[in-house]
């Protein structure tokens, strides 16, 4: 793994674990239960966004080729497949969690 690829996981995660915090806490319109609203702190989702983005990079370059010309589309969207699917699972593990309380 390259300085550059660790570099882009923290940034590229702590983003990409923001906008999924913002993708899980949105209202869409439906009564939902106050527990679940803001169920992931921030500090979780940037790690599961870092996370996810470095497991996206890993997956990718096994599956496909480590190395490509210019930039590549499809390794960034397996790295925010991978992120938001991290902020997912904490979202639904903290709302258990907490409603076990």
């Not at 690829?5 to 990409?16: E, F, K, M, S």
């Not at 930039?71 to 904490?90: E, I, K, N, P, S």
């Amino acid at each position: 793994m390259l300085v550059s690829d660790i570099l882009w996981a923290l940034v590229g995660g702590t983003a990409i674990g923001l906008l999924g915090t913002l993708l899980t806490s949105r209202d869409h319109g439906e009564l939902r239960d106050p527990v679940e609203v803001d169920a992931v702190p921030l500090w979780l989702s940037i790690l599961c966004g870092v996370g996810g983005v470095a497991l996206g990079n890993a997956a990718y370059t096994h599956i496909w080729a480590p190395t490509t010309p210019g930039l590549d589309w499809w390794r960034h969207g397996w790295q925010v497949a991978g992120a938001l699917l991290l902020v997912g699972a904490a979202a639904a593990l903290t709302v258990a969690r907490r409603r076990r309380r």
